[in-house]
């Protein structure tokens, strides 16, 4: 890079840092993703760094990715930035510029967080990333930025993308230098995203919806599976079967509902078909109606598996 160029780009840089405090409408809080494959990574790069870090980041989440591949492809003349008259510097100072993409991206629906990757051009997204962006309806998504640069940081440059998708929730981007390790890209997805990778549950092979307990126990119990407990029925109202360890347990007076799984004496599973009050730890609630969950425990006995 010459000389003239990197006083530019330095200068950008100095620029981004104080436009960084008006960022899009981030949240400090993690992403919460049921599933790798409600992500998408979508990058646009001409010289493959942006690439580069794009790869990483799907090796660590194992989610698609999507390249965003320009109709017209960049030559190296295109991207010559010190010619001013080039492509690239031509369409960075032109508004209204949307150079059109060549591939389509089948179903964006199915995808709640978008990784979105781009090199830094004069300090701003290139406006191939309006072009995509302004092709799909990303309400309701989240978005999480990041960009490649010789030297500049993201600056202003997420925050003036997210002009054209308001309706998502755009997260702090982050700038990367081209040397940038897989480890690193790792624990930047670590800090910001948080796979919540939900517990199976089936009773004599019949997948049942549960929500959940968000407590100690439930996290212990993750620990711990798969498990395979053969229960039995007792006192006309439940099925109760070993764990084989002893878990966290937090036992309060509970008076049980239909439904509810709860540990008890710290070493055994709970199913409620009926009522009873004693000292458990309720562990979730099985997402049926009252006759489905008599039918489906009131019998002698059930095998219950946690995956
Ligand atoms: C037209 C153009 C403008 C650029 N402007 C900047 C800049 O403002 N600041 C900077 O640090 N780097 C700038 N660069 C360097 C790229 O951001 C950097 O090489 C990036 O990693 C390229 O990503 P890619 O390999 O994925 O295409 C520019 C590169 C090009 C081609």
Redo the contacts with the bound molecule.
């Keep these: 890079?010459k000389k003239s160029l990197l006083f530019?780009?330095s200068f950008?840089?100095l620029f981004g840092c104080k436009k960084e405090e008006e960022r899009a409408n981030n949240t400090e809080e993690k992403i919460n993703i049921t599933s790798d494959s409600n992500v998408l990574i979508t990058?646009?790069?001409?010289?493959?760094?942006?690439?580069?870090i794009a790869t990483y980041a799907k090796e660590h989440l194992s989610c698609e990715t999507f390249e965003i591949v320009p109709e017209q492809a960049y030559t190296s003349q295109d991207?010559?930035?010190n010619n001013s008259d080039?492509r690239?510097?031509k369409e960075?100072q032109d508004d209204t510029s949307r150079p059109a993409i060549k591939n389509k991206l089948d179903d964006q629906s199915k995808f709640d967080t978008i990784i979105l990757?781009?090199?830094?051009?004069?300090?701003?997204a290139?406006k191939i990333m309006y072009t995509f962006i302004e092709s799909y309806n990303f309400e309701g998504k989240t978005i999480l930025p990041f960009?490649?640069?010789?030297?500049?940081p993201i600056g202003s440059s997420a925050t003036n993308l997210s002009k054209s998708a308001p309706k998502a929730n755009w997260l702090e981007g982050k700038r990367f230098a081209?040397s940038t390790s897989k480890e690193e890209i790792g624990k930047w997805l670590d800090d910001n995203i948080e796979v919540k990778k939900e517990m199976k549950l089936l009773i004599d092979e019949k997948e049942i919806s549960v929500n959940w307990e968000n407590n100690e126990s439930v996290k212990a119990l993750k620990q711990i599976t798969p498990l395979e407990i053969k229960m039995n029925k007792y006192g006309g109202f439940e099925q109760v079967g070993p764990i084989g360890k002893t878990i966290a347990s937090n036992d309060v007076n509970y008076t049980s509902n239909p439904g509810d799984i709860v540990l008890y004496s710290s070493n055994q599973i709970v199913i409620f078909y009926g009522s009873n009050t004693w000292q458990y730890t309720k562990l979730g609630h099985l997402d049926l109606e009252q006759n489905e969950i008599k039918s489906l425990l009131d019998k002698p006995n059930v095998t219950l598996k946690i995956e």
């Design positions: 890079m530019v780009f950008l840089s990058y646009f790069s001409v010289t493959n760094n942006t690439k580069k991207i010559n930035y080039c690239a510097n960075q990757g781009y090199p830094i051009w004069w300090g701003q290139p960009c490649t640069s010789g030297s500049s081209s």
